[in-house]
């Protein structure tokens, strides 16, 4: 049974590494999306065409997201002057005034979208945090399943990388 209990434990490992494994770098269009920021205005992700786009799909009750916003807000100030790179996050579909005291009370600057059904369904979310690197073309780039202290750092080479382009 001890036996058992350990393997069972390196599988579960073992699978969760795999989802916060990076994608195989394969370019695929993005989908663009039409979402309300937390002012009310309409933010198209075709609006950054041109610029690399970071994009985190988060939730307030997510403990990895909750881990993850202060990887991702530091990464964002130091990109923040860089006018061709840009960060969303994207709610995966809760209450917009709990959304809107989430943000205040993590410090997310950033900008956060609302998301919809429809958007979370054409990135194929199937688990948050999920993160994806957009280049300039709007193809994604790279898509991180899973928060791991650390990932950060791929994030970073990720955008390093296409702005070298």
């Known amino acids: 049974m001890k ?24 370019s695929l269009i993005s989908n ?3 979402l309300k920021d937390l002012d009310g205005k309409t933010v198209a992700l075709s609006d950054f065409r041109g610029k690399v786009v970071f994009v985190d799909f988060f ?3 997510c403990p ?5 916003i202060p990887a991702v807000e530091s990464l964002y100030n130091k990109y923040k002057d860089n006018p061709n790179v840009v960060f969303l996050g994207i ?3 809760e209450d917009e005034q709990k959304v809107k005291d989430f943000v205040k009370e993590s410090g997310i600057t950033y900008k956060v ?22 280049d300039a073309r709007g193809n ?6 899973g928060y791991m202290p650390g990932l950060e750092a791929q994030w970073d080479q990720d955008i390093k990388i296409l702005l070298e382009k």
Do not use: E
């Not at 979208?113 to 957009?134: C, E, H, Q, T, W």
């Open 59 to 61: 939730a307030t009750w």
């Open 113 to 134: 979208l609302l998301g919809d059904k429809n958007v979370m369904a054409s990135y194929k979310i199937r688990s948050i945090p999920s993160f994806f690197v957009i």
């Open 32 to 34: 663009d999306f039409k």
């Open 64 to 68: 990895p997201c909750r881990q993850s």
């Open 3 to 26: 036996l058992f209990k350990q393997f069972a434990a390196i599988i579960a490992a073992c699978l969760f590494f795999v989802s916060c494994a990076p994608s195989s770098g394969r």
């Open 91 to 93: 709610n995966v579909g």
């Open 140 to 145: 994604i780039s790279n898509k991180h399943v």
